[in-house]
Structures are given as C-alpha cells and as structure tokens.
C-alpha cells in the first residue's frame, strides 16, 4: 500500500513523518459516508480576495468548534459547526490517533480533474509543529511530497478508507499535493482534521485558496 518512490523518504530523520493507519471503514461504510458527505456539506467553490473572484479546482468546507476560524487576505473560509457524520468521523479519527482535533478541512474531488497544487499545511495558526490526520473516502488518488528543498520528490496511492497521519515535522521539511488525474472520473474526499491554536486575522492561507500554487503534474 505504501508505495515509496524515492530512497531520501525512507532515510532515518524522515522515517516515521508519515504514518498509514490503513482501513477505518469497510467499502459499504465509506460509499454511504461519501454520499451523505457530497449531499449534506456546504461546499465552497471560490472566494474573493481584493474584490476578485476565484474558481478553486474543488470544492471545499470547513468544520470547527466554535471560534475556531481561518482568515485570509479579504477573504474568510465560512466556518461551520460539526455536524453528523463528520462528528462520529472526528470521534474514531481522535482515538486511532491518541490526539484531540478541533477542525477539519473537507476536500471534494469531483474527478481526476479536481487537484491542489504543492503546498504544506504550515500556516502559524497550527502552531510550530501540527500533526494533521487525513481520511480518503472514494476514489484512491496519488499523495505527491517533495522535500522543502525541492529534491527528489515520490507519492503513495491513498485508497478508499484510508487514514494516513502527517507527523509533527512533516509540514516544516516537505510539500505535498495531490496531481489531476485524466483517466479518473470517480469522486474521492479528503477530511484533514487539525488542531487550530490560534486564529489569523490577517494574511492568506497558501494551501486553502492559493489559486496558483505550483501543479504537480
């Protein structure tokens, strides 16, 4: 499942960066969580920031506990309080990570033409060090990652089910992304729970609404 393509990731100071927790949900569990999940969210599409709108290429919601919001630039992510399923997701995601998460970034992949560009998730409002716990529902896509130094970069496929932590340490040294894909046409959504610790008033989140954040393709 793992499937490293580079040897740099699996030198000794990146060993253990990212960990993969395998499946949480059987496939029936996961198709119904991923319908109820693309009919009941509120789905962001674009944002405007100094009087311009911009088209994402997914949509996206956000979930927190109250008070717990991202800032950028003009612009705020609307922030939602938790609702089901995401709170019975929350509660099993808390317990295989022996972590608490106040947050969650719900990505939707349309398609293999849905992307993100390279980016790491190290905006100062989750502190000096996060661990991030992402869930794949749906279809399986490439997790790209790449050394902040811009050296040798590789992926592993994230399978349906899945859970995989991103490790304190792995925002600060790497980037990741998640490539278009022509030859999918199935859907797949990402929940990245995080722990906010602070809440921006003022800058712009790079991974969120950067529009021209570099491809990995």
Request: a negative charge.
């Amino acid at each position: 499942m793992m499937n490293f393509m580079i040897n740099a990731f699996d030198s000794p100071q990146q060993q253990g960066l990212l960990t993969l927790h395998g499946r949480l949900y059987t496939e029936q569990q996961s198709n119904a969580l991923l319908a109820n999940l693309i009919r009941g969210l509120d789905w962001q599409t674009h944002f405007v920031a100094y009087g311009r709108r911009f088209d994402i290429p997914r949509q996206q919601a956000w979930y927190a506990d109250e008070g717990v919001h991202y800032r950028y630039s003009e612009n705020q992510m609307p922030s939602q309080r938790w609702v089901e399923p995401l709170i019975s997701i929350k509660n099993r995601v808390e317990d295989i990570a022996s972590r608490s998460f106040n947050s969650v970034l719900v990505t939707y992949y349309r398609d293999g033409q849905d992307h993100v560009g390279w980016h790491a998730d190290d905006e100062p409002e989750l502190g000096d060090s996060p661990s991030i716990a992402s869930l794949s529902l749906g279809q399986s896509r490439q997790f790209h990652f790449r050394p902040k130094d811009m050296g040798e970069s590789g992926y592993i496929e994230l399978h349906d089910g899945e859970l995989v932590i991103m490790q304190a340490g792995f925002q600060q040294q790497w980037q990741h992304c998640v490539p278009s894909q022509d030859e999918i046409y199935k859907p797949r959504i990402n929940l990245t729970f995080r722990q906010v610790v602070m809440s921006r008033q003022e800058g712009v989140d790079s991974m969120i609404l950067d529009t021209e954040s570099p491809s990995c393709n």
